[in-house]
């Protein structure tokens, strides 16, 4: 993937596409695991919640960056 | 150890009680304060490190968002970031359209500002603080780079990215790290509120709190209704949990209002028995409160028995079973009461009227009761409801949104304004290199002080704060820091000045002195990326920053200020216009609305005279007012226009011409309260009851209730009532002259609102009626 992405003519980084990527997957995967109750059998729920977030956009960054 | 209080014993056990009260009281203090300083910190060292322009602004946006719960702190980021964003937007926009012409430009960055201003005002949850960004960021960005247009989207950028990132890192700081969640807290809010208003409803109808303790006790339900809402929008972005029942808790604080208003309206109806002094109807009185008595000591009982107390939402299922239960009884037993009363009346040799106003009262208490039951059930199943993660529980209201009034959020605005007009006058005036800076904090300053209850204060106290960070700032720039090489020296360095920032601003009452150390010494110490040594500059930038912010306390100590009296007086008289909305707005909009409305509005008042016993007075007896007419006027309208829609009263609409007149009346003593559309708003609500007692035939016999009382009661009390017809006209059913009973009582109701020595209205306790013989030849 290419590392830079043009927006109104100006030149943005994929990884912030990638980013807003990122929230809108953990906010959906968060809504199914807050559904189903998930967050009750967790430790620590924000920690959790971040540590996602960070897998997610991370696994997201592997594809521009190998 | 024995598990039962530790006995205190030599040093050790000395030592161990000072620990305890000091984590206890102090401890949440300094957790904060640590969070803070750690987050700061990283945000600091993360923008030296990604080599942002000017790394304070990424610090600065950490302070600003920062706060002891972590969903708060979500709340406001969310806010933060899309106010920022806008702001960036805007500023692009005005920079484009006026290149190089200060006047103009200038003059549209002030309209800009005084309408975020007013938005800021208007809104006093978290969307305030978009608002504030909004305009804030503007200024920022746009007023010392309107020359250069050219630079002006590159600053932008760059300032959206030092605040993103502050902002990510205080959520994460303060979501991972000791996190303090709103959401924990809920439940035992919840559960702590039940219990307090069970115990409430036993004090209250058993007449054993006095006047006093109703207002402290309502003042305590208004200030909890706008808690647990604060508590629940937080408790929606920190826990899956609380979101899950997002929609219940706002029924339950809707279910509360609507219960309260009720209880109030019973308890006022009791109290006004009892206070009956006229020796004519003294005796009355008291038989139909003894006949009432029973009734309300069994509530108590039934909700939540000494044997099977209810401790927790899980509980809740049980009293509402019962209540229930309770309900389905009350119709038929308020018959058998009425008709013993009825009798009992007959027997003392009193007059027609007498016992006919007597068995209303009576009428009117019971119809309350009924109805304080049923919503009293309603409350008990959300309740109960809350206990699940989910639930089938209906919802049906709308979350409550404090608003502040159109008048006074125009007049905030306007004030931003006038400051930055006369701030850029100044500027322009005498040449000042710092005028810009002055400028903007000035706008700035007048910003973030309209989301506070007490802006002149809180804008003081940022100009004091302002104030002590000039000389810290310098003694940072100018002697330490040149001696220091490094980021971790730089913090060391920079560690006891935001310590001591953050401690001041934990502090209640002077809060606002620590916020703006902290904000301006931030601004003037932290140093830019690359470092800049310029004495001259920091001084002059400082000494425009602390005139800035004057200026705007002094906008909000001399242009019009809220604590004056003006903005109480605006209160008052938007409480009285919803009662004129309740009696001839939309119906629709005002059920939703108005207890939510009233309960905003005496929350905002509660704010502004915190020390003024009296004014808290007067503003809540408006409330009581309010809410009782209202109230019983919104019911009225729902009856009187299921009425209108039914067939028997379709083909002749003017038998509600009385009761429109009443409620056109009220209208006008409510829009202009004097003691002449006193008389007359009770006189035409007289007339209303005749005629409505007429319309409805034999008054003697029915009791009043609810639509969904059970048929029983129909069935047992039609029985009773057919001889009464003697067959002449055609009766009407029993279910449409159980409404017109209904409507008599909450005109009955009404009357005896306006009529009670309480009561604010003009007139006040030496106001006399017209005797019944005058009013009813008139």
């Known amino acids: 993937m290419p590392h830079d992405i043009t927006l109104l003519g100006a030149y943005v980084p994929v990884l912030l596409a990638l980013f807003f990527a990122g929230i809108v997957l953990s906010w959906v995967l968060d809504r199914i695991l807050g559904y189903i109750g998930w967050y009750r059998l967790v430790w620590h729920p924000s920690l959790f919640r971040v540590s996602l977030f960070v897998c997610i956009f991370g696994a997201l960054g592997l594809t521009v960056y190998r | ?778």
Not at chain 2, 102 to 123: E, I, K, P, Y
């Open chain 2, 1 to 778: 150890m024995s598990t039962v209080a530790p006995p205190v014993s030599g040093w050790r056990g000395v030592w161990r009680m000072l620990a305890n009260d000091w984590t206890v009281s102090e401890g949440p203090a300094w957790l904060h304060v640590g969070k803070t300083l750690c987050a700061a910190l990283l945000t600091l060292w993360l923008a030296m490190r990604l080599e942002l322009e000017q790394p304070r602004t990424a610090m600065l946006t950490v302070f600003i968002v920062m706060q002891p719960q972590s969903g708060a702190v979500l709340a406001k980021s969310f806010y933060r970031i899309g106010g920022t964003v806008i702001g960036c937007i805007i500023t692009v926009i005005l920079v484009g359209l006026f290149p190089q012409d200060h006047v103009w430009f200038l003059l549209a960055m002030s309209c800009w500002m005084a309408f975020c201003t007013a938005g800021a005002t208007r809104n006093r949850n978290f969307r305030s603080y978009g608002f504030v960004l909004a305009g804030y960021t503007a200024a920022l960005i746009g007023i010392p780079s309107m020359d250069q247009p050219n630079a002006v989207f590159d600053s932008a950028v760059t300032r959206l990215t030092e605040v993103s990132l502050g902002i990510l890192v205080s959520t994460v700081v303060s979501a991972v790290i000791f996190p303090q969640h709103v959401a924990s807290k809920i439940p035992q809010f919840v559960r702590g509120r039940f219990a307090s208003f069970v115990e409430f409803i036993a004090g209250s109808l058993s007449g054993r709190i006095d006047r006093a303790g109703i207002e402290a006790s309502n003042l305590r339900f208004v200030s909890d209704v706008i808690g647990l809402e604060a508590a629940r929008s937080m408790g929606v972005f920190e826990s899956p949990e609380v979101r899950l029942r997002s929609a219940r808790l706002s029924q339950f604080n809707h279910d509360f209002m609507a219960v309260s208003t009720r209880l109030h309206a019973l308890h006022q109806t009791l109290n006004r028995l009892r206070a009956k002094t006229d020796l004519g109807e003294r005796r009355q009185a008291q038989s139909v409160l003894t006949a009432f008595e029973p009734y309300l000591r069994e509530i108590a009982p039934c909700l939540s028995p000494i044997e099977a107390p209810v401790l927790q939402a899980s509980d809740a299922h049980a009293a509402a079973r019962r209540l229930a239960d309770y309900r389905v009884t009350l119709p038929v037993r308020v018959a058998q009461t009425r008709a013993d009363l009825s009798e009992q009346l007959n027997t003392q040799s009193c007059t027609q009227p007498i016992r006919q106003a007597a068995l209303l009262d009576f009428d009117t208490a019971a119809e309350l009761f009924y109805r304080f039951v049923d919503e009293l059930h309603v409350y008990t199943e959300t309740y109960a409801s809350l206990a699940e993660a989910q639930s089938k529980h209906a919802v049906s209201g709308r979350p409550y949104v404090p608003k502040t009034g159109l008048l006074v959020s125009t007049v905030s605005g306007l004030r931003a304004v006038l400051a930055l007009g006369l701030m850029c006058f100044f500027w322009y005036a005498v040449a000042w290199p710092a005028g810009a800076l002055a400028t903007i904090f000035a706008g700035v300053g007048c910003a973030i002080a309209a989301t506070s209850p007490n802006p002149f204060r809180t804008a003081y106290q940022l100009s004091i704060g302002a104030l002590i960070a000039l000389p810290a700032g310098a003694l940072v720039n100018f002697v330490l820091a040149p001696q220091v090489d490094g980021f971790p020296l730089l913090a060391s360095i920079l560690t006891p000045f935001l310590i001591g920032g953050l401690y001041l601003s934990t502090r209640p009452g002077i809060g606002g002195v620590g916020v703006g150390f902290l904000l301006f010494f931030g601004f003037g110490a932290v140093p830019d990326n690359p470092i800049h040594y310029d004495p001259i500059g920091y001084f002059n930038n400082m000494i425009g920053i602390t005139a800035g912010n004057f200026a705007a306390a002094a906008a909000f100590g001399l242009l019009l200020p809220p604590t004056s009296g003006w903005w109480l007086k605006r209160i008052v008289y938007d409480l009285r216009q919803l009662a004129v909305k309740a009696c001839v707005g939309p119906r629709w909009r005002i059920v939703h609305s108005f207890e939510s409305a009233s309960r905003d509005l005496m929350h905002q008042a509660g704010a502004l005279i915190e020390d003024k016993p009296d004014a808290q007075k007067v503003a809540l007896s408006w409330m009581f007012v309010t809410l009782e007419i209202g109230h019983a006027m919104i019911e009225l309208r729902t009856e009187t226009a299921a009425l209108v829609d039914s067939a028997e009263f379709a083909r002749d609409h003017r038998w509600a011409l009385p009761l429109y007149d009443a409620r056109d009346e009220l209208a006008k003593l409510f829009e202009n309260p004097c003691i002449e559309y006193r008389r007359s708003a009770l006189a035409a609500i007289k007339r209303a009851i005749d005629h409505v007692q007429q319309k409805a035939g034999a008054t003697e016999l029915a009791p009043l209730m609810q639509d969904t009382s059970p048929l029983p009661a129909d069935a047992a009390s039609s029985a009773r009532l057919e001889p009464a017809f003697g067959g002449t006209a055609p009766p009407l059913p029993l279910r449409q002259r159980q409404r017109l009973l209904r409507i008599v009582s909450y005109l009955h109701f009404m009357r005896s609102a306006l009529l009670d020595p309480m009561t604010p209205l003009p007139g006040g306790s030496e106001f006399r009626e017209f005797p019944l013989g005058v009013a009813d030849a008139a």
